[in-house]
Each structure stands twice: as C-alpha cells, then as structure tokens.
C-alpha cells in the first residue's frame, strides 16, 4: 500500500482539469488572470475574508507575510521548535532572528507556556504553525499577542479547513499562509501558496511584493519579489476547492479508526472537541519508530517521517540559533512516523493497516 500517490488522487478531477486546461490555452491570458482573480475571491469567501493574495508557493507566504509587517533587521520572531524548516528559512531570509519554542508533547503544536518564556524585549512577531493539520491552542496565543503588542502569522500549510472553536485556521491572526504544494488537503499540480490578510493597507502591500513591488506596470514604488500564483495552477485548484470539505470529511474518517482501533502501545494524536483536526498527515510516536517503518514496509505498507531532523539538528541552521537544546522536539522528531490516511485510501485499507500494526513486536 503506497502512503500517497497522486496521480490517483487527481484523478476524480482529471476531465474538469483538462477542461481548464482548454479555456487557459484559449484564452492566451497565462500571468495574473481571471483564475488567480476568481481562486482569490473563493478562497477568501470559504474563510469568510475579505482579503486574499495569490503567491507562488507557502515559503514565499511567510516570507511577504513577515515583509509586509516592516520589521527592523535582527528583531525576534518565535517559532516552534519542531516545525518544517521553510517557517524559520523565511524568518531568517527577511533578517530576523527565529527564537524557537518548544510545542505541547501532546499536539505538538507550539505551547503557550513555551511562547511566554521566549519573549524579549526584541521580539515582534510569532509564527504558530497548525502541524498535522490541527489548529494550535489560539486563546492563550491571541491573550500573548494583545498582551505584548506582537504581529501573528499563522503557518497554515497543513491546516486547510482545520478549526480552532469553529474559527478556520488562518483567520485568527494578521496574516495566514498557506502552501497548495501537492500533497496538502488542498493541493494544486505544482507550487502554489496563498496569505489571508485582515487590513486593505496590507492587501494591497501584498500584491505589489509579489510583483515586483509594483502596482501598475513598469512603476515600482517598493522592492519585490516575482511569486505569483500561477495562472493554471489556480484554475486547478477552483477544481478542488469545491471538494475540500469532503477530503477533509474523509481523511478524519479514517484517521477515527486508526484513534479507535490501534494498539495503546502507539501513542496516537490527541483528540478534542474544540479542534477539528484535519489530518494533512495522521502521526503516531514509537521509541522504536526506525524499526516500525522497516516492518511496515516489509509488509507492503508505505509510511513517511515528518520530519526525521528536528530545526536545531539542520546544518543550515547553525548559527542562526541562540540555543540548541530542544528536548520535546528532538523526542518527536526521533520518535514521529507518519501513517496512510490520504484520499485515496478506504476504510478497509485502514483496518489493514492497523492489523499490521497491531502486531508489530
């Protein structure tokens, strides 16, 4: 059982694709177009937002998000210890310094606890990042904001369609950002991203970066960059946007029969009425994770790690960081394995997986 494949997984929208496809080449319109303008406004509707700005990839969402604010080089930007490398290469790439703070060693989602300890009075911003697809512990993170005069940016990557008290991710803060890459709940067929933006000052901030910091062409009042959303790329996914509650709806139905059903020997996400979990990735803990991946594949079932290299341990880290020691970080990194639980896959596939599992010695 492989743990993604996409081409089976594009393929219910394989004839509206194609069909998009034909009007893009008719049209002869392939940068900045009705799609990215049409997606915009969709995408900005679903979150019940006003304000929505088409980019080329979720790197670049941070990275215009953090721009956007006018930060000074060297202030601080908290971030989880435990996130994908892009939150904190977009930190570092606008001149900021990542403090990173440690997540909840049962959602690993960044602890609010761990954010008070990380405050200076250098410190501007944070970056929560919703991983796995659940939406971080927001009322304590909002109170911290408010408390402290800091900008929130939500790294929305994994968090399409998750819930925090019936609020989407990515509408709690000053800016969300979102990745379409691929094998996200709501993937396109190549690169694309996205941020959500509260303020029109913001908005139209965010559109003249992502073209070469110009409003009306070949006049350029700021210094950008060229990370548009591809015309195509936004016509595929008007496709699938339709269809992202149903991939959600069915994700969770099998990531509620692995919660159900495997062995307490695993420990599995934790569960809570107040998120509604999406489950980009369903994650499970096991000291002996490298051994549990080999037997899985010995029988036939696919499996990933996310991440096998906590941000501390990476190269292009070092010295970047004021501190190297992040103990429930490096345990989840050490520890995290990544099972099946995609669209593509049924109930029965499910209960395969966890017979497997259940047996593992």
């Given at each position: 059982?492989?743990?993604?494949?996409?081409?089976?997984?594009?393929?219910?929208?394989?004839?509206?694709?194609?069909?998009?496809?034909?009007?893009?080449?008719?049209?002869?319109?392939?940068?900045?177009?009705?799609?990215?303008?049409?997606?915009?406004?969709?995408?900005?509707?679903?979150?019940?937002?006003?304000?929505?700005?088409?980019?080329?990839?979720?790197?670049?969402?941070?990275?215009?998000?953090?721009?956007?604010?006018?930060?000074?080089?060297?202030?601080?930007?908290?971030?989880?210890?435990?996130?994908?490398?892009?939150?904190?290469?977009?930190?570092?790439?606008?001149?900021?310094?990542?403090?990173?703070?440690?997540?909840?060693?049962?959602?690993?989602?960044?602890?609010?606890?761990?954010?008070?300890?990380?405050?200076?009075?250098?410190?501007?911003?944070?970056?929560?990042?919703?991983?796995?697809?659940?939406?971080?512990?927001?009322?304590?993170?909002?109170?911290?904001?408010?408390?402290?005069?800091?900008?929130?940016?939500?790294?929305?990557?994994?968090?399409?369609?998750?819930?925090?008290?019936?609020?989407?991710?990515?509408?709690?803060?000053?800016?969300?950002?979102?990745?379409?890459?691929?094998?996200?709940?709501?993937?396109?067929?190549?690169?694309?991203?996205?941020?959500?933006?509260?303020?029109?000052?913001?908005?139209?901030?965010?559109?003249?970066?992502?073209?070469?910091?110009?409003?009306?062409?070949?006049?350029?009042?700021?210094?950008?960059?060229?990370?548009?959303?591809?015309?195509?790329?936004?016509?595929?996914?008007?496709?699938?946007?339709?269809?992202?509650?149903?991939?959600?709806?069915?994700?969770?139905?099998?990531?509620?029969?692995?919660?159900?059903?495997?062995?307490?020997?695993?420990?599995?996400?934790?569960?809570?009425?107040?998120?509604?979990?999406?489950?980009?990735?369903?994650?499970?803990?096991?000291?002996?994770?490298?051994?549990?991946?080999?037997?899985?594949?010995?029988?036939?079932?696919?499996?990933?790690?996310?991440?096998?290299?906590?941000p501390a341990d990476?190269?292009?880290?070092?010295?970047?960081?004021?501190?190297?020691?992040?103990?429930?970080?490096?345990?989840?990194?050490?520890a995290t394995l990544?099972?099946?639980?995609?669209?593509?896959?049924?109930?029965?596939?499910?209960?395969?997986?966890?017979?497997?599992?259940?047996?593992?010695?």
């Amino acid at each position: 059982m492989i743990y993604e494949d996409l081409k089976i997984l594009n393929r219910p929208f394989e004839e509206a694709f194609k069909e998009k496809f034909s009007q893009f080449l008719e049209k002869g319109w392939y940068i900045l177009g009705e799609e990215v303008a049409l997606f915009e406004q969709e995408f900005a509707s679903y979150h019940q937002e006003q304000y929505v700005v088409g980019v080329a990839n979720g790197l670049d969402a941070l990275i215009l998000s953090l721009q956007c604010c006018g930060f000074k080089q060297g202030d601080e930007v908290i971030v989880p210890s435990n996130t994908y490398i892009a939150t904190i290469l977009a930190i570092i790439q606008c001149g900021l310094v990542p403090v990173l703070a440690e997540p909840d060693a049962r959602t690993y989602n960044i602890d609010p606890v761990s954010i008070r300890a990380a405050i200076t009075p250098k410190t501007v911003a944070i970056i929560v990042v919703h991983l796995y697809g659940q939406c971080c512990d927001m009322d304590p993170i909002m109170d911290i904001t408010r408390e402290h005069g800091l900008k929130l940016i939500e790294d929305c990557a994994q968090a399409h369609g998750a819930t925090y008290k019936n609020k989407l991710a990515g509408t709690f803060g000053d800016f969300g950002a979102f990745s379409f890459y691929p094998t996200k709940n709501l993937g396109a067929l190549g690169d694309a991203g996205a941020v959500i933006c509260k303020s029109a000052e913001d908005y139209l901030t965010l559109k003249k970066l992502r073209n070469y910091g110009s409003e009306k062409k070949y006049y350029n009042s700021i210094v950008g960059h060229n990370s548009r959303l591809d015309e195509l790329q936004a016509a595929f996914l008007r496709v699938k946007l339709p269809h992202l509650n149903e991939i959600n709806a069915h994700k969770r139905k099998l990531a509620a029969i692995y919660t159900a059903k495997l062995s307490e020997a695993f420990i599995k996400p934790a569960v809570h009425p107040d998120y509604y979990h999406v489950y980009h990735i369903y994650n499970i803990l096991h000291p002996e994770r490298d051994r549990l991946k080999k037997y899985l594949a010995g029988n036939g079932i696919g499996s990933e790690i996310h991440y096998p290299v906590a941000p501390a341990d990476q190269l292009a880290l070092k010295g970047h960081l004021t501190r190297y020691d992040y103990p429930i970080a490096a345990n989840i990194h050490q520890a995290t394995l990544s099972l099946p639980c995609s669209f593509i896959h049924t109930e029965e596939d499910i209960l395969h997986v966890i017979d497997v599992l259940n047996a593992f010695r």
